[in-house]
T-cell receptor, first 116, second 112 residues
Framework: DVKVTQSSRYLVKRTGEKVFLECVQDMDHENMFWYRQDPGLGLRLIYFSYDVKMKEKGDIPEGYSVSREKKERFSLILESASTNQTSMYLC???????????????FGNGTRLTVT | DAKTTQPPSMDCAEGRAANLPCNHSTISGNEYVYWYRQIHSQGPQYIIHGLKNNETNEMASLIITEDRKSSTLILPHATLRDTAVYYCIVRVANTNAGKSTFGDGTTLTVKP
């Protein structure tokens, strides 16, 4: 079974702090994604990566950066946390191809970040 | 990726079939329909996906209309543990990561 592990379940940070959210997957997936989830707004894609050291912006990349130094690990970085970044952050992974297009996404259980 | 429309909420009696509709009228020929669900305080969980044929697995059945403009997820015997938010999304087929657009989904409440 695919396992996507997010390092923290709950996190409280102060405004202006640099915040690292870590995600590790154990299935050798090429693709990894970061979403944020807010009531009434659904899941919104922040960044994704389809290979080591590769990244692409999603729909709401402002205020975030990412790092993919190893295939299994995808980090989301908030350079200077702000209160409007208080949210649930979800990491997901999927293989590039499995013989059928569009393999499903496998999600972690999320990190609930509160910025005070 | 095509946009999807789902009803915001639905109720279902325990033991009965839950039929969750999804409209994706702008779907293109190479886009698959995916269903996920999110139980409270957990990440979304993949349920099923399909292109144009009906699909069934141990969790659910997926019925896609012939014109592919809508689909229905069927949970044949809903239980209280099926209470969750259900997301219908479509994803473009390519060799790189597809961007999945999750809307607000349908909140399914299974009642005893």
């Amino acid at each position: 079974d695919v396992k996507v592990t997010q390092s923290s379940r709950y996190l409280v940070k102060r405004t202006g702090e640099k915040v690292f959210l870590e995600c590790v997957q154990d299935m050798d997936h090429e693709n990894m994604f970061w979403y944020r989830q807010d009531p009434g707004l659904g899941l919104r894609l922040i960044y994704f990566s389809y290979d080591v050291k590769m990244k692409e912006k999603g729909d709401i990349p402002e205020g975030y950066s990412v790092s993919r130094e190893k295939k299994e690990r995808f980090s989301l970085i908030l350079e200077s946390a702000s209160t409007n970044q208080t949210s649930m952050y979800l990491c997901a992974s999927s293989p590039l191809r499995t013989g059928r297009y569009n393999s499903p996404l496998h999600f972690g259980n999320g990190t609930r970040l509160t910025v005070t | 990726d095509a946009k999807t429309t789902q009803p915001p909420s639905m109720d279902c009696a325990e033991g009965r079939a839950a039929n969750l509709p999804c409209n994706h009228s702008t779907i293109s020929g190479n886009e698959y329909v995916y269903w996920y669900r999110q139980i409270h305080s957990q990440g979304p969980q993949y349920i099923i996906h399909g292109l144009k044929n009906n699909e069934t697995n141990e969790m659910a059945s997926l019925i896609i209309t012939e014109d592919r403009k809508s689909s229905t997820l069927i949970l044949p015997h809903a239980t209280l543990r099926d209470t969750a938010v259900y997301y219908c999304i479509v994803r473009v087929a390519n060799t790189n990561a597809g961007k999945s657009t999750f809307g607000d989904g349908t909140t399914l409440t299974v009642k005893p």
